[in-house]
């Protein structure tokens, strides 16, 4: 997994709204580039459901929040409009992106073993670089943790 003062990798993905997005054309902003698992689950549901209750702070301190999946751009279409989010999803489908950032990992669940994105947020700066990783996120009052680290800086 990528680590505080690594280059960002670049990519140029679709996302919901039949949009693409690349670190191009992010430079010059600070970004939240979260990854997780699968739209519509959960722990997913409500990770983005915080991300989109706190955007106006996150907007506020100038920072883009993305999020990143293997799900498909459809799939990231319903989930916006589903809960409302104000925020660009990239559709991973290949998986280039999650390996590029190390958080596509053998799981285990119920002891059977399955590669999946491991949750985990990574906060770059406009120059491209990562300034600070979370690799094994828990929900649970992640987004105050990130929110109050973009302030930071």
């Not at 960002?8 to 430079?27: C, Y």
């Not at 106006?56 to 279409?77: N, P």
């Not at 999650?98 to 669940?109: A, F, I």
Request: charged share 25%.
């Amino acid at each position: 997994m990528l680590k505080a003062g690594d280059k960002a990798p670049d990519f140029d993905l679709p996302t919901n709204a039949g949009d693409t997005l690349s670190m191009k054309t992010l430079k010059g902003k600070t970004v939240v580039l979260y990854f997780y698992p699968k739209d519509m689950t959960p722990g997913c549901t409500t990770e983005a459901q915080e991300f989109r209750d706190h955007i106006k702070d996150f907007e506020k301190a100038g920072a883009v929040v993305v999020g990143v999946s293997k799900d498909s751009v459809k799939r990231h279409d319903n989930f916006v409009a589903k809960h409302d989010l104000p925020f660009q999803l990239v559709s991973d489908e290949d998986g280039h992106l999650c390996e590029d950032y190390g958080v596509w990992l053998e799981k285990s669940m119920y002891g059977k073993k399955f590669m999946g994105i491991q949750r985990a947020t990574f906060i770059i700066d406009g120059k491209g670089v990562i300034q600070h990783v979370w690799p094994k996120v828990k929900v649970k009052g992640h987004v105050a943790k990130v929110l109050a680290t973009v302030q930071a800086l």
